[in-house]
């Protein structure tokens, strides 16, 4: 079975003959199966982008979402157009998937949790303006507790699927957020601490590496984006994280790659 990890790949950024150009490239690798580690449009295009790469390439689709994609919308609203899509499987809502007998595959979205690095840090994302959820929260202190809830709802939408996982060899987990501060990477370097408290989600980073610890005999892989960086973090012997990003020339939306394709 080939794989290809695509993440943060922005498609709204892109124009018509763009886009055709990037289906064309992720096509040429010949995937049977494409993984999507969430910032793949926005609220409003992200169904159809992800019906014209399943078109297009003839690849079974799984993915996770980021928080660009819930812009100019809510949280609820466009996880629930995820769970009804049939041209790609929302992994937050499909359980464990055997990809071949010895491994197996989950995924969740991950949120920054504001858990490390400097809190009061003067960052401002476009998350605060552009999804519902955090317009209606009155000060920082409220963005900063929704940001935390969110966080624990992933670690335990994360730890009841691990506890559906098999025993298989390998575990292959998708998310969106860097579930370590060493994973959340830019340019090369670990992010400052006035952007990891958003760009790393702690809560489920614990549950990953419970998980590693109590299941020696698994080895689990991480994929992830959303930093924008590319790097690979071993938190444990049997516990290994991909971050995906921009190759070093790029700095801008617009600029979708394929980050790896591998034989499973
Ligand atoms: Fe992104
Ligand atoms: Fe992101």
Known sequence: MRCSWLTDIHLNFLKPLALKGFYDRVKAERPDALFITGDIAESDTVARVLHELAQHTGAKVYFVL??????RSSIRT????AQRMTAATYLPVADPIA?????????????????????????????????DDF?????????IELLQRLGANEARALRDKLAKVPPTPKLLVLTHVPPFPEACVYAGEQS???????FTCIATGEVLREHAA????????VLCGHAHGIGTHRPLPNLEVRTGGW??????????????????
């Open 66 to 71: 980021g928080n660009h994609d819930f812009y």
């Open 78 to 81: 466009v996880r629930e157009d």
């Open 99 to 131: 990809l071949s007998p010895h491994m197996t595959l989950i995924g969740v979205d991950g949120w920054g949790d504001a858990r490390c690095g400097d809190t009061e840090s003067k960052v401002q994302l476009s998350d605060w303006q552009l999804i």
């Open 135 to 143: 317009r209606r929260c009155k000060d920082v202190a409220a963005r």
């Open 192 to 198: 400052s601490p006035e952007w990891l408290p958003w």
């Open 214 to 221: 109590a299941h020696p005999a698994q080895r689990t892989m």
């Open 247 to 264: 190759p070093p020339d790029t700095q801008e939306y617009g600029n979708p790659v394929v980050q790896a394709t591998f034989e499973l």
